[in-house]
């Protein structure tokens, strides 16, 4: 049984942000697959507690997957053994994160370009997850298709069931160009493999294109969907996708941040929050005194403040014109 029904679109492990309340807003929007945040093996073991927060799953996701980022072979395995004592639908592998924090460590997309070292840690998750098993990486080398053919064709043969392909080089981080043809070559070397694209899909042109271009069936939505839960219905509803109203977008808001809140206690919530809400407002025609309150929420109150003004504030051409062009395109995030 493949993991992912055609045409699935998945919802990126974003850290920072695709916490239990930020999927919650996703799945309001349309999401099925989703992902945590990535999880470092080493807090699995060091900061049990604090990480297993990262772990939660809602009683109505019914498919979350854990993502697993680290280079440390007894961590991998500790992590691994923690991983089992839970439930989810699939154990993922970060071979893709560019971050210095996490590339000092020689894992995430540092690791990526190490074959036989990401081998090695993948085949403990592989050997010792109890969960089937996937793996996220990026494009080893923007020219030569050998070495991400390599580690993709090696992470299938440890048994990973799908791979996300970045199309972006580490140094890229987030910007530039998807590499469509990578990402195709991939695909086409691994009939046997769920092969999902990502990179740079924040709507129905770009999302066509992806598809188009690589051959895939599947995608991951990532940037795109920051602050735009709703782009997973418009992209698998197509014509019949109705944009959310000012009333429907606030509601989204105020149980995404309520759940924060429940999750994280006030003072951290509120501090959290503030990207998030960041994120919401972002090309939705609102004033730039909005972004100036988002960023000074600090309490419940200011918050219930921030959305009664955004009520005032909001500009009806912005959501009349949505209403006309369900699929104009929104600017990512940077
Ligand atoms: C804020 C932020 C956090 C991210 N965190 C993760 C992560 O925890 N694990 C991961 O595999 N990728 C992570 N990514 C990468 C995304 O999953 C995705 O691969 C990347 O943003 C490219 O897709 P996009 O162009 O559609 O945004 C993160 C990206 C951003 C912007």
Redesign the pocket.
Known sequence: MPLYPENALLM??????TDLPYRRAARAGGCRFAFT??VDVASLTYARERSAGMLRRGPEEEFLGV?LVGADHEFIRRAADVVNEYEFSVVDF?L??PVPKVAKKGAGAELGRHLDAALACFAIIAERSRHPVTA?IRIVDAEDPAPTLALAKGLAELGAQAITV?GRIKEAF?SGPVNFGMIRAVREALPGVQVIA????TGRVKYQEIRRETGCSLVM????AMGNPWLFNELSLGDAYVPPDIDEWFGVIREHVEGMIELYGEESAMRMARKILHDYLKGRGFHSVMKALASAVATRADFEAFLARTKQEHSESYWTQLEANPAAERRL?R
């Open positions: 990126a492990p974003l850290s920072g942000f945040e990535m993502q970060n893709g994160c996220k970045h987030y990502n990179g740079g899909v939505l990532a940037r795109g995030r």
